[in-house]
């Protein structure tokens, strides 16, 4: 058992679908090898129909590398590492619903992250996915040539995101954080398994450049944003009760879609440490 696994990719760039695997146990070496280099290539990998208790979806991440606390919530009843990631029916704004990577206000952001699915609408609320290796690789030289050596501030407090955390800090979070994280980071980063080239600003934190002002840094992290999310560098999952997300926070953006006004969607996250970006 877990020792052979089939995949299909749901895109040309990023994105398999993994079968074969029951995460509640451990996997073998072998097969959790080849399982990492594809969620390296991959960006994300998806697993269907899985029963996980916190505990198991924790082990199961940890096998990615070392897992971390989400900053602002407190995480579920007796156990601070898995966050709940929910949707009320009477809420209109779903938690981290913008284009964005994870927690790149840190001195060291998340080095990915797995999601559980719980509770879902009838239908929407899919998950989109873009591979930023990709990204940069297909971005013009001149431009390149701009941002290769830029930095960037970034921030947990920008007001787009930070309205998406409003309900769950009401009710779930961690007195214990900070009003707000900074932290300055390179605009593309090599990643520290692959040594790909990604690009890593995003609209969630990204504030401005490094020593420009944000009116002046505006139209070029603009023109970052809209061609990170070009579709051809993306995916699109339609979640299921039982299905297993994990993907590279260091090489991937996300958007969460809130399409489904009325009714409650809940999914377990946990994170994964990772490592200052250079």
Not at 175 to 183: C, D, G, I, Q, R
Request: glycine fraction near 6%; charge should be negative; include cysteine.
């Amino acid at each position: 058992m877990n020792t052979h696994f089939e995949v299909e990719h749901l895109a040309p760039f990023v994105g398999s679908e993994i079968s074969g695997l029951d995460l509640s146990k451990a996997i073998t070496a072998e097969a959790l090898t080849e399982l990492r280099k594809l969620w390296l290539e991959r960006k994300v990998l998806f697993f269907r129909d899985q029963k996980l208790t916190p505990d198991e979806q924790i082990a199961f991440t940890r096998q990615f590398g070392e897992v971390d606390k989400y900053p602002f919530l407190k995480g579920i009843e007796g156990n601070p590492l898995v966050a709940p990631v929910l949707k009320l029916p009477e809420e209109t704004i779903n938690f981290g619903g913008v284009w964005h990577s994870d927690t790149t206000y840190l001195e060291t952001p998340a080095g990915g992250a797995s999601l559980y699915a719980l509770e879902l609408p009838p239908l929407g609320g899919d998950t989109i996915f873009c591979n930023m290796g990709k990204a940069y690789e297909t971005l013009p030289q001149g431009v390149k040539d701009t941002v290769d050596d830029l930095k960037a501030i970034n921030t947990s407090a920008k007001a787009a995101v930070s309205k998406t955390r409003v309900n769950r800090l009401a009710d779930s979070g961690d007195s214990s954080a900070p009003e707000e994280f900074t932290n300055v980071h390179p605009v593309i980063r090599t990643h520290p398994e692959s040594g790909e080239r990604t690009i890593f600003v995003n609209e969630a934190h990204t504030v401005r450049f490094d020593d420009w002002t944000e009116e002046d840094s505006a139209p070029l992290l603009n023109m970052l944003y809209m061609h990170a999310r070009k579709p051809e560098f993306q995916c699109r999952f339609r979640w299921s009760p039982g299905a297993v997300v994990i993907w590279d926070n260091r090489s991937s953006h996300h958007y969460p879609i809130n399409d489904y006004d009325g009714y409650r969607r809940l999914l377990h996250r946990v994170s994964l440490k990772g490592s200052r970006p250079v």
